[in-house]
Every structure is written in C-alpha cells, then in structure tokens.
C-alpha cells in the first residue's frame, strides 16, 4: 500500500530535506523514526519538493510503500486505526521539530512529487521596529527598512507566466531554469508583517530566496520596479540581487489535482523530467 504522510518541521537545527552522511537532514529524521515505528531495517520516501537549510515546512508531503501487512502488525496491542497508531507512533519517536500531521492511505496513482501541480511558499519580513517580536524571529526576516508593498506588487506581475528564471536559481549542471510561475504577490498579515506568497509549478534552488531578494531591492526604493523583469531578461545570476536568509521561507502547501487526475498528472510529470534528465 501507498501511503500519504503530511508533516511539518522547523528547519532551523536542519541541513535541508534530503539525506546526508553524518548530517542531520529531515528525511533522514523522518525515515528512521518511520522504520523504528514500521519495525524494518529501512525505510525510503518521496517528498513533493526538497527544502533547502534552514527553511522551514507546515505543509510538506511524502509517500512511502509498505506492506500492509508490516502496518497492521506496527500498531500492536493499540485499539486506534492502524494508520492512527502509526501516527501517533512516529511522533512518539520524533524530535519536536518535525511533526507527522496524518497518515492515510494514498489514492490510487498518488505520487508525492510527481502528482503535484504546485507548491506554495511564504515568505515573511517584519520591516518596522514595532513588529519586531523576538517570539518568531526563527521564522521571519527582521528588516530595517520599511517597504514599499504596493511597488513590489507591481515589480512582481511581470515574473508570473511559464519563463526561464536562470537569473533567479543556483543553477545544477542538466537541470532546467524553466518555471511556471502562478502567483507571486505582497501583503500584511493581522500583525503587520510583510508576507510575500509565492506559488509554482516547481521551484529551482534558491529561486524564492532570491526572487525575495530582487524585490526587496524595489521594496526599499533602491531599484525601479522595472528592475526585476530586466533581471529575468538577462537570463543569469545578476551580482545585484541579494539571496536573502533561509529562515523567513516556509512551505505552506502542496497542491494536487483531484484522484482521478493524479496518475495522469505524475505521467506528465515524469515524461518532463525524463526528458530534461536526457
């Protein structure tokens, strides 16, 4: 059986999702307690997107296949669902950092990376020194100068669309820059803080943190807001544009089309990859 599990983490005392020799990373976290609570010697999954050090999650997806036959005997002598008592069993063995939100069985042709159709980030800037609150300095960007939403809304309109955002990412030698931006826009939360959402078909590393970075430029009134799309036309990493800390992004959501699409969709999905990959 396919199963969906739903987490969340504070990346802060993470290097990044992906599994590294003697570094501690989320998957590697999350795959031993899975095995401990599974009781197998291992245990691999696959996320909807990797998150880079220090970003942080509340709405990170993964699957892993088992027998279900090794989940109904992991609940043991527990009266709760089996998918419950695995839950609860593996946020039982987690660090407080990383949490397992739900575990379900997954429908047919679900792929976590795969069947996604977009992932969501936010990013969130406290640039007055009335917001500064020392509670979630972890989580958002402390900035000195206030900033201009409404000019970073209107730099930020002509990013959105399918482009090749090379000027935006750390690029990887035969990996693509090409992106379909859905949505890029600023506003202030109930407290005030400038949330920036940002949400695509995929991202390329560094690509939020450094879009963030070209608009905070327009925010403060150093670059017109002509400035970013003149970024983008250039098609490579531009020594202006400042990557900004890891702690001010999170991951809120991943996006899926409806069951009956989901297979469908990872077949796309994976024929692009494919051919990127060749």
């Known amino acids: 059986m396919r199963l969906r599990i739903d987490c969340a983490y504070d990346?802060?005392?993470?290097?990044?999702?992906?599994?590294?020799?003697?570094?501690?990373t989320v998957q590697g976290t999350l795959e031993a307690a899975l095995a401990t609570a599974l009781r197998l010697p291992e245990v691999r999954v696959t996320v909807a997107g990797r998150t880079d050090a220090g970003v942080h999650a509340r709405g990170q997806v993964v699957h892993v296949d088992v027998d279900p036959e090794v989940v109904a005997a992991s609940a043991g002598r527990s009266t709760d669902p089996p998918l419950h008592a695995l839950a609860r069993r593996v946020d039982g063995i987690l660090p407080p950092d990383l949490r397992v939100?739900?575990?379900?069985?997954?429908?047919?042709?679900?792929?976590?990376?795969?069947?996604?159709?977009?992932?969501?980030?936010?990013?969130?800037?406290?640039?007055?020194?009335e917001l500064a609150d020392p509670l979630v300095r972890g989580h958002v960007l402390t900035w000195g100068r206030p900033l201009d939403l409404d000019a970073m809304n209107r730099a930020s309109a002509p990013l959105a669309g399918l482009q090749d955002f090379a000027?935006?990412?750390?690029?990887?030698?035969?990996?693509?820059?090409?992106?379909?931006?859905?949505?890029?826009?600023w506003a202030r939360d109930t407290s005030g803080v400038a949330v920036g959402t940002v949400?695509?078909?995929?991202?390329?590393?560094?690509?939020?943190?450094?879009?963030?970075?070209?608009?905070?430029?327009?925010?403060?009134?150093?670059?017109?807001?002509?400035?970013?799309?003149?970024?983008m036309a250039g098609r490579r990493r531009d020594q202006g544009v400042r990557v900004v800390h890891a702690h001010g992004l999170t991951l809120e959501e991943v996006g899926y089309p409806d069951d009956d699409e989901l297979a469908a969709q990872a077949e796309r999905a994976r024929a692009r990859r494919e051919a990127i990959d060749a």
């Open 167 to 185: 000027s935006f990412c750390k690029q990887r030698e035969g990996a693509t820059t090409v992106r379909t931006l859905l949505d890029l826009h």
């Open 199 to 231: 949400r695509a078909d995929a991202f390329c590393h560094n690509m939020v943190r450094a879009l963030v970075g070209c608009l905070i430029a327009v925010g403060e009134g150093r670059q017109p807001v002509s400035w970013p799309a003149e970024v």
């Open 11 to 24: 990346g802060a005392e993470f290097s990044g999702w992906a599994a590294q020799p003697s570094l501690r």
């Open 101 to 129: 939100r739900r575990v379900v069985e997954a429908p047919d042709g679900f792929d976590a990376r795969f069947s996604a159709v977009w992932r969501r980030y936010a990013y969130r800037i406290a640039d007055a020194q």
